[in-house]
């Protein structure tokens, strides 16, 4: 089974407010705030850990979620922050160096 | 209510920081007639100490930095700062002159994946462009910067500040932004300059004036609103605050200085010697700012135009009292809707005065 490796973008401007992370993208001046949930796995996003390694310790683990709806609710989220080239996929690890 | 709003909303409920203006440098290369700074360096932030600064307010929530001056690029290390500023994942807009910006500097910029970046100009017309900032070539320099910024696909506007000189060439700068494809901003503040001297004062758009601006659809298209009479304040009016400064806004001076806001010399604490969360959580004068409800202005608590004025306590605190009125804005008020505010109703007056005695305060300098 091949695995999904994430990475956030150098060209997004992040901050934590209050549990939530605020995330902008200065491309197109996309701007969301991430739950708490979406926010652990944000974090974790290194280019190195795999998806499903981060939502077995930042989310199950963390937050009591089924684990199957973990994984595809985690899924949905990074198809969704890829789209706007906020996060990086891809299936191999990824240095942050070359998140642009 | 947007998502950006919302956020705003809740850093000022939560007394958050969510936006730093930081100016790096006084220094300019222009000399604009208009500027209220003293462009001598006496003893500037060192790149290390604006480094420590700038995590320290990542550390406090800062997510929105503006980084200007002075002219910013007057400071060799200014990209090392923006760099650095990046790293820590600040949402940077810069402002500057941008007469030393060329390619080479403008896609630095793109790829530091700065916010945007806002440009003064100050006229279409290069030889009233230039007689502004006494820099020969000025407009021509500025303009080609604005090109290379817009190629590189970055977010660029240009800030027309309006004053006597240039009063007639808005539409002109308006029409010029478009051309370019560039966002397009009007200001027409100008205040005291830091030594005291209100002589610039002169410079400032006569409020008859400022009737034809308001009341121009292709400067404010929302003209109905704008222009509307003030409605009745409510009680959620009176509870409320002026603005964000001190709230969820700052600003830094080269020297380290932390105030309210940039129009706002109030000093409440310097970042070289304090901690920058100690000066924003424990600042007396801080503090009082945030204490001060629309219900405890002295003047402004009776007034029809309490719920939309515009009243910067920042202004009202240069005329003499941060709970007192801003003579600007009650004249920005009045031309707007023709509805006299109570400052002028309280000295018998007609017509707002044009000029307020307004005190520019001296920010503590602090040896490097």
């Known amino acids: 089974m091949s695995e999904t490796y994430i990475v956030r973008s150098s060209a997004i401007a992040a901050r934590l407010l209050a549990g939530e992370m605020m995330v902008m993208n200065s491309a197109d001046s996309t701007f969301f705030t991430l739950n708490e949930v979406a926010t652990a796995i944000w974090q974790a996003a290194d280019g190195r850990t795999p998806l499903r390694e981060i939502v077995r310790e930042q989310v199950c683990e963390q937050f009591d979620i089924d684990p199957e709806q973990a994984q595809a609710d985690a899924e949905q989220f990074v198809a969704d922050l890829s789209k706007h080239g ?3 996929v891809s299936d191999n690890p990824m240095s942050a160096e070359s998140a642009r | 209510m947007s998502l950006m709003s919302e956020v705003g909303q809740k850093a000022f409920n939560l007394g958050v920081p969510l936006a730093v203006h930081m100016d790096v440098t006084y220094r300019c290369n222009e000399r604009c007639v208009h500027c209220y700074l003293d462009h001598d360096d006496h003893g ?15 550390e406090a929530g800062v997510f929105f930095l503006t980084l ?3 002219e910013p690029f007057m400071r060799r290390d200014f990209f090392e700062i923006v760099e650095h500023a990046r790293r820590q994942l600040f949402n940077v807009k810069v402002k500057t002159n941008a007469v ?24 279409h017309r290069p030889a009233v462009h230039d007689a502004i900032t006494k820099l020969p070539h000025s407009f021509e320099r500025t303009i080609k910067a604005v090109q290379f910024l817009r190629d590189q696909g970055l977010r660029v506007s240009i800030a027309n500040v309006l004053m006597t000189p240039n009063l007639a060439d808005h539409y ?6 478009a051309e370019l494809g560039v966002n397009y901003t009007l200001d027409p503040t100008i205040t005291p300059m830091m030594d005291g001297d209100t002589s610039i004062l002169a410079l400032r758009v006569p409020g008859e004036e400022l009737e ?21 304040p409510s009680d959620e009016d009176l509870e409320g605050y002026s603005c964000s400064a001190g709230h969820s806004f700052c600003y830094i ?8 806001c940039v129009q706002f010399p109030l000093p409440t604490g ?5 901690k920058f969360l100690d000066i924003w959580n424990l600042s007396p004068q801080l503090k009082e700012v945030r204490s001060i409800q629309a219900k405890d202005l002295t003047v402004c608590s009776s007034c029809s135009h309490v719920s939309s004025c515009s009243r910067c306590p920042g202004l009202a605190y240069m005329e003499g009292s941060m709970r007192g009125p801003s003579t600007a804005d009650c004249e920005k008020s009045f031309y707007r809707t023709g509805v006299p505010t109570a400052n002028m109703l309280r000295q018998g007056l007609s017509k707002p005065r044009t000029t307020a005695p307004l005190v520019q305060i001296q920010p503590v300098a602090v040896s490097a």
Request: hydrophobic share 40%; net charge negative.
């Open chain 1, 86 to 88: 906020i996060l990086l």
């Open chain 2, 44 to 58: 500037e932030m060192t790149t290390a100490e604006i480094k420590g600064a700038l995590d320290q307010l990542a």
């Open chain 2, 68 to 70: 200007s001056g002075g």
């Open chain 2, 100 to 123: 030393m910006i060329g390619a080479a500097e403008a896609q630095k910029l793109r790829a530091l994946s700065i916010d945007s970046i806002q440009i003064s100009v100050y006229s």
């Open chain 2, 172 to 177: 002109g700068v308006q029409k010029l932004a």
């Open chain 2, 212 to 232: 034809e601006v308001f009341r121009n659809p292709a400067l404010v298209p929302n003209q109905e609103e704008f222009c509307a009479p003030p409605k009745p």
């Open chain 2, 253 to 260: 001076s080269p020297y380290g200085d932390v105030f309210p």
């Open chain 2, 270 to 274: 310097n970042v070289r010697r304090q």
